[in-house]
């Protein structure tokens, strides 16, 4: 298969299907840095690309790669670049000045858990910026959201990181990769392309608001300000999926892979009688706060299940505002290699888990917490007061 | 000046049918086209405007205005970002050989050079710069070494010659404490990716008239596809070396410039090392000094 738009329904993993879905949505230039479980979506881009005249560097490092995709983003082309959460971690100094730039880079997380959920959505680098974040539950999601990135970097100037995991990348699905319009965008006039030199209206693409002698000077604080009034409509494009909330007692709060498990189990429990319903973020940035604070409404207790030490649940405390206790559900869970999933991504144990919340029972242990629970030394034993 | 009263009793204006006085021609003319001010915010004596000019005639007498793309480093040089009339990207310190091999595999027409310091390209960024010159990147970096972080007030970088007083090397550059200055020249002109390698500075008219033969040989390198260029151009610092601004190039020839010695290090596949250059440069040096000596120089 070489044609990179398919309306049939051809099975494919994950990654692949992100990059064909980015090069139909005109991305033309990816540069990465090899990292399981990232690691296939640079394949493919190095595979892909060169097909439709595009570019995929190697790049030497994680650093390398988003300055790489932030040169060629800031000449107009459609580009991207991505890693692991660790990788991220390396990206960041760019990651937030890019949002300064107002360079509108996809950014890909092929994450080795949920636990990069602060990551994506406090922002890892210094000052005040925030990306708008897609989390797919599945292949045929993450094909439409990869899509949607593209054009949501450009439609707001802002960086849009779309959160996967193993799961994602590596699971095949029957899927179909159309082109997707989601209405007419700006020209990019704002574009370096050398033309403009020597004219005195030459281009800057910059943090700094430093601009030509002659032409709007933002200046470091205006930038920032001006950045400032530029977040809250971001806030418009939140999205979420909703199920079973209107009469139920109990509301768990769920994004990404794992949360196609927490919707199958909810349908489960459903059909047993049980009065539970779900919130699904899309965006988990911009967070559902208004959708999740009325489905809590009239719900006895909200659960937040994350494969994590408990970083969503943070947002739906925010989002709930007191009207309910809000518990955390899930708990860190790999494979042995640490990159992969783990025992508690399992359809039984999340439904136990999701049962024992809406019953007022306690929560079962985490798989492997009970063999590697932390223990205070004797010297660290505190009286109880 | 000359003025003369408007018809309708208006009062005097510029009479702009008459050239103007031989001063503000001065500045017209030797204004580079692709600077939008004559005005910077540097400090008296610095170098660095000097080999900003000198890169932007060279683009201008190329014909190379309208391909032009800057990559754009952290430091003293970031504030030319405004003024030079170039299609720019700013990027993080350290990172503009990344930035620009984005921007040149997207617009492979272009012709795209990065503006590094001392402190941005050889300390924080060296790994980029080096990957870029490896794969042989058609882009052209630029550094502005003056051995010193002169945007924070003086302190060390990694060009930094043994005993150079900085704010964080009080007594002086020791190698036991601070190790040695990188030849940055030296490291790139090895790798295989790359088609040129030049030593400029602007110490003295002389140096000024062959860095920017260095800069066109660089473009050209670019524009013909060679490979990587690279060019490195001295600039006086006075205020970051604490010397009178009058002494400035006086101080770049005897510290800088005798450890990053002038010359070009890549030709044509031809690798000189920046030893050999001392080893050509510094006994003609000590023949110039002696004729001086001997009351003249007879050219």
Wanted: charged share 20%.
């Amino acid at each position: 298969m070489t044609a990179t738009t398919s309306s049939e329904r051809v099975l494919m993993e994950g990654s692949e299907a992100i990059v064909r879905a980015a090069i139909t949505a005109g991305c033309r230039f990816f540069a990465g840095y090899p990292m399981t479980p990232f690691t296939e979506v640079l394949e493919h881009s190095a595979r892909l690309l060169p097909d439709v005249g595009g570019v995929c560097m190697n790049a030497e490092s994680e650093l390398e790669a988003v300055g790489m995709a932030w040169g060629a983003a800031a000449t107009g082309a459609r580009a991207a670049t991505g890693s692991t959460g660790q990788g991220l971690s390396l990206m960041q100094e760019s990651l937030s000045e890019l949002t300064l730039a107002e360079v509108p880079l996809v950014v890909f997380n092929m994450s080795r858990s949920q636990g990069d959920y602060f990551q994506a959505t406090r922002g890892g680098g210094h000052g005040d910026y925030r990306h708008i974040v897609l989390a797919p539950q599945d292949v045929r999601e993450a094909i439409e959201l990869t899509q949607l990135a593209f054009h949501l970097a450009d439609k707001w100037r802002n960086p849009v990181l779309v959160y996967g995991d193993y799961l994602l990348a590596h699971t095949q699905e029957a899927v179909a990769i159309e082109a997707r319009d989601f209405g007419a965008l700006p020209d990019k006039e704002w574009a370096v392309d050398g033309s403009r030199s020597g004219s005195g209206w030459s281009a800057t693409v910059t943090p700094l608001g430093v601009g030509k002698t002659g032409q709007r000077q933002f200046g470091q604080e205006g930038k920032a300000q001006y950045i400032a009034t530029k977040l809250p409509l971001l806030e418009r494009e939140v999205r979420f999926e909703t199920g079973h909330v209107d009469d139920a007692e109990t509301v768990i709060v769920a994004f990404g892979t794992p949360a196609k498990f927490v919707k199958y189990a909810i349908d489960q429990l459903r059909a047993d009688g049980h009065r539970i319903g779900y919130v699904r973020p899309i965006t988990l940035w911009p967070f559902p706060y208004d959708a999740v604070h009325a489905a809590a409404a009239n719900a006895r207790v909200v659960g937040s299940f994350e494969v994590s030490t408990g970083q969503l649940v943070d947002d739906v405390r925010i989002a709930v505002a007191g009207q309910a206790p809000v518990e955390h559900l899930g708990g860190v869970s790999t494979d042995g290699s640490g990159f992969g999933v783990g025992r508690l991504l399992d359809v039984d144990e999340v439904a136990t888990r999701i049962l024992a919340l809406h019953r007022g029972e306690p929560q079962p242990p985490i798989p492997g917490y009970e063999e590697f629970t932390y223990e205070l030394a004797a010297h660290q034993q505190e009286a109880t007061p | 000046m000359s003025t003369t009263a408007t018809p309708r009793g208006l009062g005097p204006v510029l009479d702009t049918r008459v050239a103007p006085s031989s001063g503000a021609r001065v500045v017209e003319a030797q204004m580079p086209d692709l600077l939008l001010t004559e005005e910077h915010s540097l400090c008296p004596g610095c170098g660095e405007p000097l080999a900003v000019r000198v890169f932007l005639e060279a683009i201008t007498e190329l014909g190379l205005t309208q391909q032009a793309i800057a990559v754009a480093g952290i430091g003293c040089y970031t504030a030319f970002s405004g003024s030079i009339d170039v299609d720019l990207v700013q990027a993080l310190h350290g990172r503009a050989p990344s930035v620009a091999t984005g921007v040149k595999r997207m617009l492979p027409d272009s012709v795209v050079f990065t503006l590094q310091g001392d402190g941005d390209m050889v300390n924080e960024g060296l790994q980029e710069v080096l990957h870029t010159a490896a794969r042989g990147e058609r882009v052209t970096c630029i550094l502005l070494n003056n051995g010193v972080f002169g945007e924070t007030g003086g302190h060390m970088t990694s060009t930094s010659v043994l005993g150079q007083r900085t704010k964080n090397t009080i007594d002086g550059r020791d190698a036991e404490l601070h190790g040695y200055p990188i030849l940055i020249g030296d490291l790139i002109s090895r790798l295989e990716g790359v088609a040129y390698v030049a030593r400029g500075s602007v110490h003295n008219a002389g140096a000024v008239a062959r860095t920017k033969r260095m800069f066109r040989r660089a473009f050209e390198t670019q524009t013909s596809g060679a490979g990587f260029s690279f060019v490195e151009v001295l600039t006086m610092c006075p205020t970051g070396w604490f010397v009178p601004t009058a002494d400035g190039p006086g101080e770049l020839q005897r510290t800088l410039g005798e450890v990053h010695v002038m010359g070009e290090l890549k030709v044509d596949g031809k690798i000189k090392t920046t030893e050999e250059l001392h080893d050509e440069n510094v006994p003609r040096q000590r023949e110039i000094e002696a004729k001086f000596a001997a009351g003249g120089l007879d050219i």
